[in-house]
């Protein structure tokens, strides 16, 4: 799937299609665009910076969690915060200024650098990816739970939640008995998803620790509760003066919007849409507000994700083109032959780990 989405003609239909239904929609459901810029005119910017600053802190609670599960996934010294941190705010930027969700490989990348010495860490860093966004799902259904009985979903968004439901279960139950399968086989001949498969298993090891993988899952329920509280301070901003489930459902509505990241900026224009004719459908906010509210959240949000993540990159030493040619999932490097769990290893036989 991702080598058809890298073809540059079937890529290029697909973003002139769904920009051009994003243009239809505005054109015939469009909002009073005069009244966009009164509304940016009137914005309580101390809001704003609140917003901005729950959305850091979302940031750094994430960033806690997926170093948890690297803690189980692979023997000391473990990288430190501040390198995982590097890492995590790199793939932010690269999810939003790139499409395809490159972010995720880019993360890898970026620590991989940095731990050259140890066994197959590719393999083992995409497995604690795969297990960072397995607690994720479980954060994104306890939303979904919430706003399903505070608020109204609009009729379009509700097979995207079944099926975010769905895959949430699978994969969690994947993961889990993924997990108990402590050796690792032979990757050849295996076909590109049981290829994948197989090394998520490297970086699953926090499935096997109730404690930690609580703790990691704990992490990622605090960084959504802080984004749910982001997007109701941004709501305050603008002035919409409404309860917690709207706001659970524009964070709920944002993500289905971006599931599917077409074009660079997160689907910009889709996000609006998605946003503006919930809130006037139901909370009777003037479609000119909501748009106006879409453009000022997805800017909150890019403040912290471009901005932290520019700085990372260049503390990396990377560029937006290196992003751009970062190898596939399926030529993840993985260890020969039979693999030990840690915690059956002796201290002479770990390898060190160079930490930054």
Known sequence: ????????????????LAAGGVAMLFYFRGPNWGMIGHSFASVEW???LAAVGLNLLSV???????????KQAMPPPHPSFLLVFSAFSVGLFANAVLPGRIGELARVAVLS?????QEGIWATLLGTVFAHRVFDLVSAMALIVFVVSTAHIPDWAITSLIVVVVAGVALFSIAVLSARQHYVSDLGGLTSIRRLVRLARHGLGVMREPGQAALACFFQLLGWTCQLFAVWTAMRAFHIHKPVPAAGLVLVLMNVATLFPLWPGNNVGLLQAAIALPLNSYYNVARSVGVAFGFGLQAIEASVGVGVGLIFLAREGLSVAMLRVMPEA??????EGPREP?????EAERPRARVS
């Open 60 to 70: 750094l609670v994430r960033a806690v969690a997926w170093r948890t599960v690297i």
């Open 330 to 335: 399926t030529q993840a490097e993985v260890p």
């Open 46 to 48: 101390r809001w704003v």
């Open 342 to 346: 840690a915690s059956l290893r002796t």
């Open 113 to 117: 650098r940095r731990l050259q010495q």
């Open 1 to 16: 799937m991702n080598g058809l989405w890298r073809n540059p003609w079937i890529r290029g239909a697909v973003v002139l």
